[in-house]
């Protein structure tokens, strides 16, 4: 069959599409007026094809397969690189419930905005219908969502990162909750117009409709602009549903450990974007019989199970992970899930047709062409792939997944960690000392500026819980939701521990304190020690901390001190930052719940006795 034909068989809604999709897609084909509308089945032989329709309008180009089989580069425009948070739009009726961390606008005015923008938008294209699991298909925690796009770069990514196809499309009847994601790179082609290899639009709108659980994206093609199941669903529309249904959804990685005696853990890790979720969730333990398994690097989605205790599913089926640093002393097991199959957005390309990145290998290759297209040599003085470039590769694929990670009733979590990426003040980890002291470090992550928003890069930013530009609804109310959340695991009897941790402490010279990586699996030891009840903890005022010696560092070639600094608590800092906090909390219009304020005063206090 010709590509042509082929698609050809998927230009009407497979037989037993439920009549609301049909009637939606319709609604939708009707205001962007495309070319055509295509129905995703999700095959291997669709995603080859896309593969040929977007190498032949110069959108991929497919990698050496002698080095990366079945793989491709794509190189965005350069105004498309990273998520807009300026254009990002919580569209809740009332502005409050949008709360002070979300940009706002009305419904009606957004929808208005919006009818105009999507209008025509699609003529000269193809509109895809991209049916998706969050989940496995099925999991009484999965949830199920249909994409509209015109961008088959998105269509190919949505595959990767769902569960994607005709099964989910079979699975909605006329009582299945389904989430409605409009997609549109809002670059409409008139008749004998020639199409750029990455069309997108300098006006850009990622809006969300909570109430209405609907999702309106319109100018960018990029990561969590466009994949709308991550961020704009998984994250923004599931914590809304979540906190009406008594969930939580987070920006998390889920971890599986077995500690030298056989017990087995899962924890769940909040770090902002670029501060190593990926790197934690595929960690390669340093110290002896310890083993650690991927279960998720992205997101979580958690909730107390049927046992009473708080179990946690990965709704996701793929990494889109950060790729410069990425590199075999950084994370192997990284490496070893993209030998294949992956798709890669914005780095540089080796002259032997496979790819490159900063950090990827020590020695630095003599030439490239860069994530811009241009030539490139070490002494071009720029990186040769930009800063949030991406690989796109099925979680199947990692050769430490857990068999457990599509478990449909989720993974029951041991500990939960918070962590930001701190030059100063945090120490290496920190114990809370309960659920509401927990509640508290996770609404004060603070976190330097990485490359995967737009901004300045470096400078500290508040990112509590890590979902700052994630939380579909007010901040202070999603804390309260965490509050009650823990009432609720407290009235079976089992609450997890929570910790915090930062891996990016520096010393006098600016060189990061901690090495990090494989060697975080000391700290984990720590934690899960704490939470077998095996070792004592110290009080301090920011909570509770190894004693001396409890941390496993054998081996480790520290400089003196090294310790020391790691965990020093400067009152002085410590009493601005928690005046800085104080401050952050008072943008929330009286709406931080008190059992949260009440720990900021005790923190003072502690830190004044
Ligand atoms: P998103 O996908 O954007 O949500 O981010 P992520 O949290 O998954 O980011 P990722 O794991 O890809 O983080 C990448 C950055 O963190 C790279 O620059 C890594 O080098 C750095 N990183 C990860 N772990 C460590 C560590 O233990 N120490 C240090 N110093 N850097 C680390
Ligand atoms: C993040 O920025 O936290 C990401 C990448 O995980 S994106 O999907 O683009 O949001
Ligand atoms: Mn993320």
Same mark, same amino acid.
């Given at each position: 069959?010709?590509?042509?034909?082929?698609?050809?068989?998927?230009?009407?809604?497979?037989?037993?599409?439920?009549?609301?999709?049909?009637?939606?897609?319709?609604?939708?084909?009707?205001?962007?007026?495309?070319?055509?509308?295509?129905?995703?089945?999700?095959?291997?032989?669709?995603?080859?094809?896309?593969?040929?329709?977007?190498?032949?309008?110069?959108?991929?180009?497919?990698?050496?397969?002698?080095?990366?089989?079945?793989?491709?580069?794509?190189?965005?425009?350069?105004?498309?690189?990273?998520?807009?948070?300026?254009?990002?739009?919580?569209?809740?009726?009332?502005?409050?419930?949008?709360?002070?961390?979300?940009?706002?606008?009305?419904?009606?005015?957004?929808?208005?905005?919006?009818?105009?923008?999507?209008?025509?938008?699609?003529?000269?294209?193809?509109?895809?219908?991209?049916?998706?699991?969050?989940?496995?298909?099925?999991?009484?925690?999965?949830?199920?969502?249909?994409?509209?796009?015109?961008?088959?770069?998105?269509?190919?990514?949505?595959?990767?990162?769902?569960?994607?196809?005709?099964?989910?499309?079979?699975?909605?009847?006329?009582?299945?909750?389904?989430?409605?994601?409009?997609?549109?790179?809002?670059?409409?082609?008139?008749?004998?117009?020639?199409?750029?290899?990455?069309?997108?639009?300098?006006?850009?709108?990622?809006?969300?409709?909570?109430?209405?659980?609907?999702?309106?994206?319109?100018?960018?093609?990029?990561?969590?602009?466009?994949?709308?199941?991550?961020?704009?669903?998984?994250?923004?529309?599931?914590?809304?549903?979540?906190?009406?249904?008594?969930?939580?959804?987070?920006?998390?990685?889920?971890?599986?450990?077995?500690?030298?005696?056989?017990?087995?853990?899962?924890?769940?890790?909040?770090?902002?974007?670029?501060?190593?979720?990926?790197?934690?969730?595929?960690?390669?333990?340093?110290?002896?019989?310890?083993?650690?398994?991927?279960?998720?690097?992205?997101?979580?989605?958690?909730?107390?199970?049927?046992?009473?205790?708080?179990?946690?599913?990965?709704?996701?089926?793929?990494?889109?992970?950060?790729?410069?640093?990425?590199?075999?002393?950084?994370?192997?097991?990284?490496?070893?899930?993209?030998?294949?199959?992956?798709?890669?957005?914005?780095?540089?390309?080796?002259?032997?047709?496979?790819?490159?990145?900063?950090?990827?290998?020590?020695?630095?290759?003599?030439?490239?062409?860069?994530?811009?297209?241009?030539?490139?040599?070490?002494?071009?003085?720029?990186?040769?792939?930009?800063?949030?470039?991406?690989?796109?590769?099925?979680?199947?694929?990692?050769?430490?997944?857990?068999?457990?990670?599509?478990?449909?009733?989720?993974?029951?979590? !041991?500990?939960? &960690?918070? /962590?930001?990426?701190?030059?100063? @003040? $945090?120490?290496?980890?920190?114990? #809370?000392? +309960?659920? =509401?002291?927990?509640?508290?470090?996770?609404?004060?992550?603070?976190?330097?500026?990485?490359?995967?928003?737009?901004?300045?890069?470096?400078?500290?930013?508040?990112?509590?819980?890590?979902?700052?530009?994630?939380?579909?609804?007010?901040?202070?109310?999603?804390?309260?939701?965490?509050?009650?959340?823990?009432?609720?695991?407290?009235?079976?009897?089992?609450?997890?521990?929570?910790?915090?941790?930062?891996?990016?402490?520096?010393?006098?010279?600016?060189?990061?304190?901690?090495?990090?990586?494989?060697?975080?699996?000391?700290?984990?030891?720590?934690?899960?020690?704490?939470?077998?009840?095996?070792?004592?903890?110290?009080?301090?005022?920011?909570?509770?901390?190894?004693?001396?010696? !409890?941390?496993? &560092?054998? /081996?480790?070639?520290?400089?003196? @001190? $090294?310790?020391?600094?790691?965990? #020093?608590? +400067?009152? =002085?800092?410590?009493?601005?930052?928690?005046?800085?906090?104080?401050?952050?909390?008072?943008?929330?219009?009286?709406?931080?719940?008190?059992?949260?304020?009440?720990?900021?005063?005790?923190?003072?206090?502690?830190?004044?006795?």
């Amino acid at each position: 069959m010709s590509i042509a034909e082929m698609t050809r068989t998927h230009f009407s809604a497979p037989d037993g599409t439920n009549q609301s999709v049909i009637a939606w897609v319709e609604e939708i084909a009707a205001l962007t007026q495309p070319d055509e509308v295509v129905w995703c089945n999700g095959s291997p032989e669709e995603a080859d094809e896309l593969a040929e329709l977007m190498i032949e309008a110069g959108t991929l180009t497919r990698l050496n397969d002698e080095y990366r089989p079945h793989s491709f580069l794509a190189r965005s425009d350069p105004s498309d690189v990273a998520r807009v948070e300026s254009r990002t739009f919580i569209c809740s009726v009332n502005e409050s419930d949008a709360g002070p961390s979300n940009n706002w606008a009305a419904p009606a005015e957004m929808r208005t905005t919006l009818d105009g923008l999507f209008e025509g938008a699609m003529r000269g294209r193809r509109l895809y219908v991209v049916p998706f699991s969050m989940g496995p298909l099925g999991s009484p925690l999965a949830k199920i969502g249909v994409q509209v796009t015109d961008s088959p770069y998105v269509v190919m990514s949505m595959g990767i990162m769902t569960r994607m196809g005709t099964a989910v499309l079979q699975s909605i009847d006329d009582s299945t909750e389904w989430v409605r994601a409009i997609h549109s790179v809002g670059a409409p082609l008139a008749a004998g117009d020639t199409d750029v290899p990455w069309p997108c639009n300098q006006t850009k709108y990622i809006s969300h409709f909570p109430e209405t659980r609907e999702i309106w994206s319109f100018g960018s093609a990029y990561g969590g602009n466009a994949i709308l199941a991550k961020k704009s669903f998984a994250l923004r529309i599931a914590s809304v549903i979540a906190r009406d249904e008594g969930w939580l959804a987070e920006h998390m990685l889920l971890l599986k450990l077995t500690n030298p005696r056989g017990r087995v853990f899962h924890i769940a890790a909040a770090f902002p974007s670029a501060c190593g979720k990926t790197n934690l969730a595929m960690l390669k333990p340093t110290i002896p019989g310890w083993k650690a398994e991927t279960i998720g690097d992205d997101i979580a989605w958690l909730g107390k199970g049927a046992d009473g205790r708080l179990r946690a599913i990965n709704p996701e089926a793929g990494f889109f992970g950060v790729a410069p640093g990425t590199g075999i002393a950084t994370n192997e097991t990284a490496m070893d899930t993209i030998w294949g199959n992956t798709v890669f957005t914005n780095v540089a390309l080796k002259d032997n047709g496979d790819v490159w990145w900063e950090g990827m290998t020590d020695e630095v290759p003599e030439h490239l062409i860069d994530w811009q297209g241009n030539d490139w040599t070490p002494e071009s003085g720029t990186p040769s792939s930009h800063p949030n470039s991406r690989f796109t590769v099925a979680a199947a694929q990692c050769p430490t997944i857990a068999d457990e990670w599509e478990s449909p009733q989720g993974v029951v979590i !041991d500990a939960i &960690i918070f /962590g930001g990426r701190r030059a100063t @003040n $945090v120490p290496l980890v920190v114990e #809370a000392r +309960d659920w =509401e002291h927990g509640v508290y470090l996770g609404a004060t992550i603070s976190s330097e500026r990485t490359a995967a928003a737009e901004g300045t890069i470096g400078e500290l930013r508040r990112d509590p819980f890590a979902m700052m530009p994630f939380c579909g609804y007010n901040m202070a109310d999603h804390w309260a939701h965490w509050l009650s959340v823990g009432q609720n695991l407290r009235s079976s009897g089992t609450v997890p521990r929570i910790f915090q941790v930062n891996w990016f402490r520096k010393g006098a010279d600016g060189s990061f304190l901690w090495p990090g990586f494989g060697e975080n699996s000391r700290v984990l030891e720590w934690i899960l020690e704490r939470v077998d009840g095996q070792v004592a903890a110290q009080e301090s005022a920011l909570g509770l901390l190894p004693r001396e010696g !409890d941390l496993n &560092i054998d /081996g480790l070639d520290l400089d003196e @001190n $090294v310790m020391e600094q790691l965990f #020093a608590i +400067d009152t =002085e800092s410590w009493l601005a930052e928690a005046a800085s906090t104080e401050e952050f909390f008072a943008t929330f219009d009286g709406r931080v719940p008190a059992a949260v304020t009440r720990q900021l005063e005790q923190l003072k206090a502690r830190l004044t006795s």
